[in-house]
């Protein structure tokens, strides 16, 4: 098919170096989908296992002797967005039990009973990004933040990333400038953290055109 391509486009067949770098090229490709199938594979049943000892440890468990006491480090915790009970560990899904109080949405990741986002659009200042209008935050709305500063804040509140890799920072800066942006990363270098956190932090609306579909294709079991 890309033989016939070439020879229509350009009146010319493809060179014998040429046809060695193609081959070379499927080969490549045949061999890591052959090597993401047998990854994805041993993944499964890694997760399979620990499900299984999960359910058992929980099985097991005696939920008539007194839990551990928090004392005077809960309240420190809690407004560090930090604290997690004892038992949390014991409960298949304790995380996504409750869904975030704000968007209804994500999981709860603080105390506050907030996500990752809405709890980096109240402490960012940004309560009007949060799609719940019925929900106020307490307190005082801070202010905004510098966009230097409001970036690596939303990579750390939001995603646990204290740095970026290589181009990240700077893809995320030039899209919010309200620059035409493209961005050419290899597989794996965080080309997905460039538009997540662009499409949280951006004002407007974010539509995203992916092809990962292919990519999931080529990685079924």
């Not at 890309?2 to 010319?12: F, I």
């Not at 004392?71 to 869904?99: C, H, N, T």
Request: proline share 4%; aromatic share 12%.
């Amino acid at each position: 098919m890309m033989s016939k391509v070439y020879t229509a486009a350009t009146n010319k067949d493809f060179t014998y170096p040429d046809m060695c770098n193609i081959l070379n090229f499927v080969k490549e490709r045949s061999q890591k989908v052959f090597i993401n199938r047998n990854t994805i594979q041993q993944r499964n049943e890694a997760r399979k296992e620990k499900f299984a000892n999960d359910r058992k440890e929980l099985s097991g468990f005696d939920f008539d002797k007194e839990l551990v006491s928090y004392k005077s480090k809960a309240p420190e915790q809690i407004r560090k967005d930090l604290f997690w009970p004892s038992f949390g560990e014991l409960l298949r899904d304790f995380d996504v039990i409750v869904k975030c109080i704000a968007c209804h949405a994500f999981a709860k990741k603080s105390a506050r009973g907030l996500c990752g986002v809405c709890s980096f659009y109240v402490d960012a200042g940004l309560w009007e990004r949060i799609v719940n209008d019925k929900y106020i935050p307490k307190g005082l709305q801070p202010n905004l933040p510098e966009i230097e500063k409001l970036i690596p804040f939303a990579a750390k509140k939001i995603f646990g990333f204290e740095n970026f890799r290589e181009g990240q920072a700077e893809a995320i800066m030039a899209y919010l400038s309200g620059k035409d942006t493209f961005v050419s990363l290899k597989t794996g270098g965080g080309k997905t953290l460039c538009y997540a956190l662009s499409a949280i932090c951006f004002e407007g609306l974010t539509i995203i055109f992916s092809p990962l579909k292919a990519l999931m294709d080529d990685q079924k079991v």
